[in-house]
């Protein structure tokens, strides 16, 4: 059980276009997802917490209207990257809390993101 | 401020021999938890280990272990006869007492393995 899963795995995209990440809880209820960003070989960044039904809280120095994310339903998150350029390359995970587990955190696979 | 502290940017080990990757952490909570993940090249989040801070005893998970000393604030991992699987990054992470907070994530440990 507490399976997350991420969609795409990986996309390149132009930069200057936007590109949405999908962030799915398949088993079970995510009251509570959150947003990483990682560079190679580096650790893991927070860059948002989002409630289901409510806005998500950015970590200080993340751009909220060039990473919006939504958390309209108890499986589903997404992070849109807008107006994309190449530092924006990285890899993005996300992981989810369900209401019955508020400790553990579950993450998904990733996803990479390449902005030529 | 909570924080998790790995010192070893790189480690080195034989196969079957064991290693030691450190980890510290700092917080004033009195209830916490400690998590170990392996990140392979794919980049999943392995999960590997996880130690309550009531837990009087180490935790244990087949060839992982978690040395943890509590007055010293570590908590470190052990991974008993290494395999070629194990090169990895390592992460050590904090759960702090409030629910619905994040992880706190070390900088983490790149474990390579040869034969």
């Known amino acids: 059980g507490a399976v997350v899963s991420q969609h795409p795995s990986w996309v390149i995209c132009k930069s200057g276009t936007s590109v949405k990440i999908e962030c799915r809880s398949l088993d079970f209820q995510a009251t509570t997802m959150f947003w990483y960003r990682q560079f190679p070989k580096q650790s893991l960044m927070l860059m948002a917490t989002s409630n289901e039904g409510s806005k998500a809280t950015y970590e200080q120095g993340v751009e909220k209207d060039k990473f919006l994310i939504n958390h309209a339903s108890l499986t589903l998150s997404t992070l849109t990257v807008t107006s994309a350029h190449p530092e924006d390359s990285s890899f993005y995970i996300c992981s989810a809390r369900s209401r019955g587990a508020p400790y553990e955190q579950y993450f998904g696979p990733g996803t990479r993101l390449t902005v030529t | 401020a909570q924080k998790i502290t790995q010192t070893q940017p790189g480690m080195f080990v034989q196969e079957k021999e064991a290693v030691t990757l450190d980890c510290t952490y700092d917080?004033?909570?009195?209830?916490?938890?400690l998590f170990w993940y392996k990140q392979p090249s794919s980049g999943e989040m392995i999960f590997l280990i996880y130690?309550?801070?009531?837990?009087?005893q180490n935790a244990t998970e087949g060839r992982y272990s978690l040395n943890f000393q509590k007055a010293r604030k570590s908590a470190n991992l052990v991974i008993s006869a290494s395999q070629l699987g194990d090169s990895a990054m390592y992460f050590c992470?904090?759960?702090?007492?409030?629910?619905?907070?994040?992880?706190?994530f070390g900088k983490g440990t790149t474990l390579s393995v040869s034969s």
């Open positions: 130690q309550g801070s009531y837990d009087e």
């Open positions: 992470a904090m759960r702090p007492n409030q629910a619905g907070t994040a992880l706190i």
């Open positions: 917080t004033s909570d009195q209830s916490y938890g």
